[in-house]
């Protein structure tokens, strides 16, 4: 079932951010969240593409999204998903404490160059 | 939680989230074909890269976390699919729990009527019971109450209670035994019970002894006595030779204040002198009631229990020679008299024993059956785990399934116990003293909760470990061997219950099998017959008969029904005591056989009996003669002892002519009777006695025992009659065809011995 070999879990938590972050620029349907995120990671992320349901569940549970039904461009109903007020200070928070955590990774990685 | 919104929310939200996810992969098919993909490529890839959508859309709806109720009724459902498909062992898991779950609910009827059922009336958790003590049976005599009652302060009111008086109640010429109570005037409110017709007991009536003759009848007399005459109220009746007039009639579910001694008539203690006439209840000794009060608002029963023994101390500092070293006991008046805990203590006992051994045998097997069948559906579990679901969720599932099956077992179950509470009612239906008991096993919510707990319980018990062991297994080891494997733990575990279950049968077929075996034998009847045998019991001294007078009018009676075609013999024991079992022990020695220390006499049960008694029970005389009509006051004292007596004083020689020291009276013994094991089969023969009737004590009681030709219940009016004819004052009671009151006495062994043999059938390893 999992020929790609390795596969590595996403830190919890980093799924929502990088949806939140992908939200900021504008409403998004799930679908399209999956490709920019295919894409833009230039395939580096292996993530089954449903597992972007649940996060984006978690989060109109939090009231970070909203989500509203609309039409993709080939005319399909999706549900389409919009950033709110609350979603951007988690955003916010969240890259911080991110950034904050990849610099002591490095660190601890890299301990010769620090 | 919000449910009815949610439900529909939720079921919305399931739906949306499944077009979501169904859209995405369409989308991406369609992209994918765009970019020139074939179609069938373009599928399977997009639901590759996709993943577990129905994992995705679990988990997205857990995150809500509501879908318990959901999955719960998923399960249910599921499980009911699955009972459907295996009829035939849902029907036998079913049928298994039930018995037991039955069982034990019918065991909780019995403690719950024994012990738990407040009385029908007003707040009956307010209401105490106050018993003498240290004789908790003696109870009070009239001035002790009237001095408590006087000076209570916990109490907002005290009543007073008599609730086994013998009333004989003789209307329209019919004379009969009601189970009367003689209470006080304010017996009623201070229960809070409303009269169904006319009124109670007002508090004038109780005030001057032997003034106001009122009575009230209990529903079910006015039914069966009255036949429900609308004129009831204002008739006149003889209570015990004595006109009272009857003032109200109560209600339907009100039986008096005694648990197991239902009450038909009440009069009031003003009247005491009639209702009991052993000695004079406006006396300090003659100590017959029993008190019982409401508690004042906010007072509690231990304050009670402190007022009423700082009372009991003043009446003993005022009469020092009545009273000395008497005090009281405050109970909540609820369950048997302290006196009779113990009884109904061990009858408990016993029945929750064999009922929880039914149930763990039940367990037990199903427990083994649904192993068996789980092994069966190791594959299923083996897939269903390896495509992604929890095991916690697939225990819960499985727990769902059993917590069906016994919940059908319950219902079942509880089905079964009200249909075997009807047949069991006679279980405890009448005392040693022949009176009738009456006990409410009628379904209540305690019952029901008790069920339902248990049905759970039971649930939890056989399925827990099956559905643990079966959820177990490694997922590759099942899929590759399918069902055939079974792992050394599972075979441990079911090795236990088959060990356990054996162990548990084994002692209740063995204990049914000795219960059977004496139930037959008592209901056959070893060395006598109680076929074709009338019974009913005379009371003259309840009408002021002398002693005297009674034997006059017995001997009377006797030469009456003999000639009464269609009868055989006529025979009659005295003292009390069911007519075929003894009345009383005997200090038995026999003069020079040994050193006679107290210690070293024999206590030897015996019976005070008329002639033809033996004749009439057909219990064979192997030696010497029966009594005679010569036999009484004045002539050589007599006896007839019975085999195992006879064996154990004169190894050797023939008892007759001998002479015996009973009650260090002196007797000559005329005669040898079978060993008649009239109380039970069980045991082994005890020795036994006979003196007789016009030699003994004076008495006015009688039991009367009739041989007749044909159906003793068909003799029984004529009987009656003939007796009216000598005196139509005479109380009659206990008129039965002496089978069924045999039924009744012996139903403690045929009705356990009934309960007991069922595990045998539906061993089901």
């Known amino acids: 079932m999992d020929e790609s070999g390795e596969r590595r879990d996403l830190f919890p938590g980093v799924l929502e951010m990088m949806v939140l972050q992908l939200l900021r620029r504008g409403p998004l349907h799930g679908y399209v969240i999956a490709q920019m995120m295919r894409h833009i990671s230039d395939d580096l992320l292996q993530i089954e593409e449903g597992s972007l349901y649940p996060a984006l569940q978690r989060m109109l549970k939090s009231r970070w999204v909203v989500a509203e039904w609309g039409l993709s461009t080939r005319n399909r109903r999706v549900r389409v998903y919009k950033i709110t007020s609350l979603g951007r200070k988690q955003l916010e928070r969240e890259v911080s404490s991110f950034e904050r955590m990849i610099e002591g990774i490095a660190r601890v990685m890299r301990p010769a160059e620090s | ?765």
């Open chain 2, 1 to 765: 939680m919000k449910w009815p919104f949610s439900l529909g929310y939720r079921s919305r939200m399931r739906r949306e989230l499944a077009e979501e996810l169904e859209s995405h992969i369409e989308e991406k098919i369609a992209d994918l074909i765009d970019a020139g993909v074939a179609e069938r490529d373009a599928r399977q890839r997009a639901r590759r890269e996709f993943g577990n959508a129905t994992l995705f859309a679990e988990i997205g709806r857990d995150v809500w976390g509501w879908n318990w109720l959901e999955i719960l009724w998923k399960d249910i459902r599921y499980g009911l699919r699955g009972m459907r498909h295996n009829l035939g062992f849902t029907a036998v898991a079913v049928v298994t729990l039930g018995l037991g779950i039955g069982a034990t609910t019918t065991m909780f009827s019995f403690i719950d009527a024994f012990f738990l059922r407040p009385l029908p009336v007003e707040e009956p958790y307010r209401l105490v019971s106050v018993y003498g003590n240290p004789h908790p049976d003696a109870g009070f005599c009239y001035p002790e109450y009237a001095y408590i009652s006087d000076h209570t302060t916990v109490f907002t009111g005290l009543a007073a209670h008599y609730s086994t008086a013998p009333l004989n109640v003789v209307s329209d010429g019919d004379s009969r035994e009601a189970h009367g109570a003689v209470v006080s005037g304010n017996y009623f409110s201070v229960l809070g019970v409303k009269p169904l017709l006319g009124r109670f007991f007002a508090a004038e009536e109780d005030t001057v002894p032997d003034r106001d003759s009122v009575a009230v009848v209990s529903y079910g007399m006015w039914q069966r006595r009255f036949a429900g005459d609308p004129a009831i109220v204002g008739k006149t009746v003889k209570i015990n030779g004595a006109p009272f007039s009857i003032i109200g009639v109560t209600p339907e579910d009100f039986h008096g204040v005694l648990m197991g001694n239902p009450n038909d008539m009440w009069i009031p203690t003003m009247m005491l002198r009639v209702g009991w006439r052993g000695c004079d209840g406006f006396r300090f000794d003659c100590r017959r009631l029993d008190l019982i009060g409401r508690l004042a608002p906010g007072r509690q029963i231990a304050e009670a229990q402190a007022e009423m023994s700082t009372l009991a101390a003043q009446l003993a500092a005022a009469n020092p020679v009545t009273n000395r070293g008497r005090g009281a006991l405050a109970l909540a008046a609820i369950g048997p008299r302290p006196g009779d805990r113990k009884y109904y203590g061990d009858q408990s006992r016993l029945l929750a024993v064999v009922a929880g051994m039914l149930l763990l045998i039940a367990c037990a097997n199903v427990a083994g059956l649904l192993l068996a069948r789980n092994s069966a559906r190791s594959r299923e579990m083996a897939l269903r785990l390896s495509i992604g679901a929890n095991r916690i969720r697939l225990i819960r599932q499985l727990l769902t399934e059993s917590l069906l099956l016994a919940g059908f077992g319950g219902i079942f179950g509880v089905s079964l116990s009200i249909w075997a509470k009807g047949k069991l009612v006679g279980f405890y239906a009448t005392n040693s003293e022949g009176y009738p008991r009456y006990y409410d096993i009628s379904l209540d919510p305690r019952i029901l909760a008790f069920s339902i707990v248990l049905s759970l319980l039971t649930g939890l018990l056989f399925g827990m470990l099956p559905a643990i062991q079966s959820t177990r297994r490694e997922l590759t080891l099942a899929i590759k061997e399918g069902s055939l494997s079974m792992s050394s733990r599972r075979g441990l575990l079911r090795g236990g219950l088959v060990a356990g279950q054996i162990a548990l049968s084994l002692a209740l077929v063995v204990g049914s099998g000795l219960l059977m075996r004496s139930a037959d034998h008592v209901s056959r009847g070893v060395h006598f017959n109680p076929n074709h045998v009338a019974l009913l019991r005379l009371r003259p001294g309840l009408v002021r008969y002398t002693p005297a007078r009674a034997q006059v009018f017995q001997e009377e009676v006797v030469r009456r029904l003999e000639s009464l075609p269609g009868v055989q013999s006529v025979t009659f024991a005295g003292r009390t005591g069911l007519a075929w079992l003894g009345c009383c022990t005997f200090r038995v020695a026999v003069p020079g056989q040994r050193q006679n220390r107290p210690e070293d006499a024999l206590r030897v049960e015996g019976h005070t009996i008329a002639p033809r008694y033996f004749e009439t029970l057909q219990i064979p005389l192997v030696a010497g003669r029966d009594f005679t009509r010569r036999d009484r006051t004045g002539s050589q004292l007599v006896t007839i002892v019975n085999e195992t007596l006879a064996r154990r004083l004169w190894p050797q020689a023939s008892p007759i002519g001998r002479t015996l020291s009973l009650d260090d009276r002196q007797y000559e013994v005329v005669g040898v009777a079978k060993d008649a094991r009239l109380r039970n089969a069980m045991e082994a023969p005890l020795p036994f006695l006979y003196v007789a009737y016009w030699q003994d004590e004076p008495q006015t009681d009688s039991r009367m025992c009739i041989r007749v030709a044909g159906d003793p219940a068909v003799m029984l009016p004529r009987i009656r009659h003939e007796i009216a004819g000598v005196d139509a004052n005479i109380p009659i009671s206990e008129d039965l065809p002496m089978t069924r009151r045999w039924k009744e006495s012996i139903c403690r062994f045929t009705c356990r011995a009934l309960l007991l043999p069922a595990p045998r059938g539906w061993r089901s390893f």
